[in-house]
């Protein structure tokens, strides 16, 4: 079993800044690929980033956050975190973290990740 918590979300204005983190627990950290999706009112869950297990050097970003947003963690605090940059007001969304276990590359497919966190809301005012 793994726990996933997120924290950091909130409301900032377009062209600020915001560090999620994604606090894990359970099953040895750096042993599943982690991702980070959101959702806003009405639309499906949509990918934004994720990075590997091992080195945590392989890292993938959605189109509309490459470049704005970076994906990091570490595994001696059980953590992975989403610094995004330079937010705009179609960033707002609830963001979640996701876990997956199985020992393949990194991938974008939300059905592919075995444990999600609760969410935590950004906010983009324009």
């Known amino acids: 079993q793994v726990q996933l918590v997120e924290s950091g979300g909130g409301l900032v204005q377009a062209g600020g800044s915001l560090r999620l983190s994604c606090a894990a627990s359970?099953?040895?950290?750096?042993?599943?690929?982690m991702g980070w999706f959101r959702q806003a009112p009405g639309k499906e869950r949509d990918f934004v980033a994720a990075?590997?297990?091992?080195?945590?050097?392989?890292?993938d970003y959605a189109d509309s956050v490459k470049g704005r947003f970076t994906i990091s963690k570490d595994n001696a605090k059980n953590t992975v975190y989403l610094q995004m940059n330079s937010l705009k007001p179609e960033d707002t969304a609830v963001y979640y973290c996701?876990?997956?276990?199985?020992?393949?590359?990194?991938?974008?497919?939300?059905?592919?990740?075995?444990?999600w966190g609760q969410g935590t809301q950004v906010t983009v005012s324009s």
């Open positions: 996701a876990a997956d276990l199985g020992s393949g590359s990194i991938h974008r497919l939300a059905l592919g990740y075995d444990y």
């Open positions: 359970g099953r040895t950290f750096n042993s599943y690929n």
């Open positions: 990075i590997d297990w091992w080195s945590g050097l392989n890292t």
